[in-house]
């Protein structure tokens, strides 16, 4: 019959004393509480009190001998997991709290991804403008700018389906990408940006 938690605890203290001969720890190991073996881990709880005894049991060196001791007693490979309570209901908690802060580190990698991925687009954006710009002939003619800046129009244009909000409401960081890429268009065809970007309005309003 498996031994229970808090009867593997029991027998194991002495055992770990004996390898760890150190009062402070003895003092932690004497305040812990064993709660539960679940998938894996063996989870004892200190009182809030005395809850900064915790970093002695977190010893790497210290950790790992008890986990040997706890492992050998329950016929099983486990590790040491502790946390601050002593009660199942404390337990519960505790990774209810983590899986809240999982759910959340989760969301803003997920965030965090789509924006790197927006840049990146913006990046290539920007980059094909440059391009366009360099292949375009004439480009020193009136005729040859003008052709270039409706051709760089029409690709702003299009990128927007996709990277700008169909409502209107793009965040800070999605304007400034924009204003860098009419900057940029601006710049090749010697207008100013505001009127760049006046006829990028107009031709993205007939697109509607």
Do not use: C
């Not at 309570?85 to 899986?99: C, F, H, M, S």
């Not at 800046?149 to 960081?173: C, F, I, K, S, T």
Request: aromatic share 6%.
């Amino acid at each position: 019959m498996a031994l229970s938690a808090s009867e593997i605890w029991a027998q194991g203290v002495d055992r770990m004393k004996d390898k760890i001969v150190l009062p402070s720890m003895w003092e932690a190991l004497d305040h812990a509480v064993p709660i539960t073996i679940e998938n894996g881990e063996f989870v004892v709880g200190l009182p809030p009190q005395r809850f900064s005894l915790s970093g002695h049991l977190r010893n790497p060196g210290y950790r790992r001998t008890i986990e040997i001791i706890l492992s050998e007693l329950a016929g099983e490979e486990l590790q040491l997991r502790i946390i601050e309570g002593t009660t199942l209901a404390d337990w519960e908690r505790t990774k209810q709290r983590e899986a809240i802060a999982a759910a959340s580190r989760e969301q803003q990698y997920v965030q965090r991804r789509k924006q790197e991925e927006l840049e990146q687009s913006w990046d290539a954006l920007y980059e094909r403008i440059v391009r366009a710009y360099s292949e375009q002939p004439y480009r020193q003619l009136p005729q040859g700018k003008a052709a270039y800046l409706h051709r760089a129009l029409q690709m702003v244009q299009e990128a927007m389906q996709e990277l700008y909000p169909q409502n209107g409401e793009a965040d800070d960081l999605t304007e400034r990408n924009l204003a860098r890429v009419i900057d940029r268009i601006a710049n090749n065809v010697g207008v100013p940006p505001a009127m760049v970007a006046y006829e990028l309005l107009r031709l993205r309003g007939e697109g509607r």
